[in-house]
């Protein structure tokens, strides 16, 4: 199993940029994929970017342009970079970790983009 700890999420201005951080710990040479999803209040959790372990990065086209994923493999971390942010107000976003054996998800890390 792997353990997922994410941070760097806040309350940020349209047009504006965050960095969320996602670190993982445990049996984390087992993962092959990391990626974001989010879930605003209401609504179904959807995918927002995912990144294999060979470093490819694939996004929703929701985010397509202005969001950026990334991983240090060193520090088992990934990195999204969201710029440009639109005022959708707040929404969780939660790192997944993909497996062989199964997913794991992180607590979740709150963004809010104001008008």
């Known amino acids: 199993q792997v353990h997922l700890v994410e941070s760097g999420g806040g309350l940020v201005q349209a047009g504006g940029s965050l960095r969320l951080s996602c670190a993982a710990s445990?049996?984390?040479?087992?993962?092959?994929?990391m990626a974001w999803y989010r879930q605003a209040p209401g609504k179904q959790r959807e995918f927002v970017a995912i990144?294999?372990?060979?470093?490819?990065?694939s996004y929703a086209d929701s985010v397509q342009g202005r969001f950026t994923i990334s991983r240090d493999n060193a520090k088992n971390t990934v990195y999204l970079e969201m710029n440009s942010l639109k005022p959708e107000g707040p929404a969780v976003y939660y790192c997944?970790?993909?497996?062989?054996?199964?997913?794991?998800w992180g607590q979740g890390n709150q963004v809010t983009v104001s008008s």
């Open positions: 997944k970790a993909r497996r062989t054996e199964g997913n794991d």
């Open positions: 445990g049996t984390s040479s087992s993962i092959n994929a």
């Open positions: 990144i294999t372990s060979a470093g490819s990065g």
